[in-house]
């Protein structure tokens, strides 16, 4: 059987979407998300209307944003993450979100070719703030191996 990640990462904006504050963000979205989609190991992202999540507001707080993403290892989307043009606009998340008082990234093993809901993704959020970080659901700073999953 073979393994991909996946991945989640919310975030709570700190205007509208079509505020000047979000501008630079939003008009970026395209770039980054092809980036993305031609990075080494890039498999699937979440989109909703148009050719990015931020149509969709799964939480009830409709300021908050959700990207999902799915890679063929957790170096992958490591590189991607860190080591990319995406890096510069990681480095300026507070100019357009709040701090998140609950997890806001969450990564876990997937069968190849399963695609995660929202749902599920949501879930693995909330076990890493009830339960911290497990094979079940973790963080770039504290991994897991499939090896660790598929043991528990």
Do not use: C
Request: glycine share 4%; hydrophobic share 45%.
């Amino acid at each position: 059987m073979t393994y991909h990640i996946a991945q989640i990462n919310i975030a709570r904006m700190i205007a509208p979407l079509d505020s000047p504050i979000m501008r630079d963000f939003v008009d970026n979205l395209g770039r980054i998300n092809a980036l993305a989609e031609t990075a080494h190991g890039f498999v699937w992202r979440l989109k909703g209307d148009g050719n990015d999540a931020t149509s969709l507001r799964p939480y009830e707080d409709e300021r908050i944003i959700v990207n999902m993403s799915v890679w063929e290892s957790v170096d992958a989307l490591f590189q991607y993450a860190y080591y990319s043009d995406h890096t510069d606009f990681f480095r300026r998340r507070k100019e357009w979100f709040h701090k998140m008082d609950t997890p806001a990234i969450a990564l876990w093993w997937i069968d190849a070719g399963h695609i995660p809901t929202v749902d599920e993704a949501k879930e693995k959020l909330a076990l890493i703030e009830q339960h911290g970080v497990t094979p079940a659901a973790f963080t770039f700073k504290q991994r897991f191996t499939v090896e660790e999953m598929l043991a528990v």
